[in-house]
């Protein structure tokens, strides 16, 4: 029983590890362009998502990339920390 409680606290932490990566990740990108256009696409339930900047008219290409967040979760994440 307690082999069991173990594994369940280390699976919370990672958890909980990959959640911040996940956020620091998302705000590192969106400082490299705070004005561009952000969509974000995964597939429903799924436990990461994709990321896309669009770029200000005339300002080069679209770039994206992977973060290790729920869409809904990426979605509140973006509403608080970067939303008006």
């Not at 998502?49 to 729920?70: D, F, H, N």
């Amino acid at each position: 029983m307690l082999n069991n409680l173990n594994i369940f606290q280390s699976s919370a932490s990672k958890e909980g590890q990959n959640q911040k990566d996940g956020r620091r990740t998302v705000a590192d990108f969106v400082k490299e362009s705070p004005r561009a256009v952000y969509t974000f696409d995964s597939e429903r339930d799924a436990p990461e998502a994709e990321l896309c900047r669009q770029p200000p008219a005339g300002g080069g290409r679209t770039s994206c990339i992977k973060v290790a967040m729920a869409s809904k979760e990426l979605f509140q994440y973006m509403q608080v920390r970067f939303g008006s």
